[in-house]
T-cell receptor, first 112, second 113 residues
C-alpha cells in the first residue's frame, strides 16, 4: 500500500531564502509525482507534475525533482516571498490504477 | 472559466440525515474523484469515476455513494451522516485520469452534529 510522507509538517523562513520541501513514498511503481499548493480555505492547485520517466520539472522559481529508486521527491523554491506562504502537498499516482495518494502537506510561512 | 464547481460551500447536518454534495466540471474531463481532507491526514480518496456509468471505490468509501450519469456531474451522497464524516470534501477532475494534472474544486466544509 502506497504511503506518502512529508517532512517537516511546518516551516518558517525569512523572505529571500531558498528552501527545499521533502516528500517520500513507499512504492516506486508510480505514474507520476505531483506537487500542489493549497491556500487557507481554498482548493488545491497543481504546481508541477513529474512523470515516472522524468527526473525533474521546473516552473518559474519552482523546481521539483524525482528519485524513484530512493522513493523521494523534493520541491525547491528559490528566493522565497511572503506570497509563497501556503500548504504544499505532494501526491503519487500508482501504476495499475487511477488512485492518487496524498501526503499530509508542509505548511510554509515566509516572513517579510 | 468555471473549472470544477462544488456546492454547497458549507453544510451542517444532524446525525442520521442524508445529503448530496454536488460537483460539476465544464472541461470535458472523463475522470472525476472525491476526496476528504482531515487535519494532519492529508487528502483521502473516497470514490472515483473514469467516465459516465463507471465508478469505483477509493481508500475510504464506507458511508458514501456516488453515481455518474453525465460526463459533467459527479455527486457524492451521504446516506446517514455520522460525526466521523465531519470534514472538508474536495472534488477533482482530469482529462482521462492517468498521468495528468488534477484540477480541484474549492471544497465543501461539512459538520455533522
Amino acid at each position: 500500500k502506497q504511503e506518502v510522507t512529508q517532512i517537516p509538517a511546518a516551516l518558517s523562513v525569512p523572505e529571500g531564502e531558498n528552501l527545499v520541501l521533502n516528500c517520500s513514498f513507499t512504492d516506486s511503481a508510480i505514474y507520476n509525482l505531483q506537487w500542489f499548493r493549497q491556500d487557507p480555505g481554498k482548493g488545491l492547485t497543481s504546481l508541477l507534475l513529474i512523470q515516472s520517466s522524468q527526473r525533474e520539472q521546473t516552473s518559474g522559481r519552482l523546481n521539483a525533482s524525482l528519485d524513484k529508486s530512493s522513493g523521494r521527491s523534493t520541491l525547491y523554491i528559490a528566493a522565497s516571498q511572503p506570497g509563497d506562504s501556503a500548504t504544499y502537498l505532494c501526491a503519487a499516482q500508482n501504476t495499475g490504477g487511477f488512485k492518487t495518494i496524498f501526503g499530509a502537506g508542509t505548511r510554509l510561512f515566509v516572513k517579510a | 472559466n468555471a473549472g470544477v464547481t462544488q456546492t454547497p460551500k458549507f453544510q451542517v447536518l444532524k446525525t442520521g440525515q442524508s445529503m448530496t454534495l454536488q460537483c460539476a466540471q465544464d472541461m470535458n474531463h472523463e475522470y472525476m474523484s472525491w476526496y476528504r481532507q482531515d487535519p494532519g491526514m492529508g487528502l483521502r480518496l473516497i470514490h472515483y469515476s473514469v467516465g459516465a456509468g463507471i465508478t469505483d471505490q477509493g481508500e475510504v468509501p464506507n458511508g458514501y455513494n456516488v453515481s455518474r450519469s453525465t460526463t459533467e456531474d459527479f455527486p457524492l451522497r451521504l446516506l446517514s451522516a455520522a460525526p466521523s464524516q465531519t470534514s472538508v470534501y474536495f472534488c477533482a477532475s482530469s482529462y482521462r485520469g492517468l498521468d495528468e494534472k488534477l484540477f480541484f474544486g474549492s471544497g465543501t466544509q461539512l459538520s455533522v452534529l
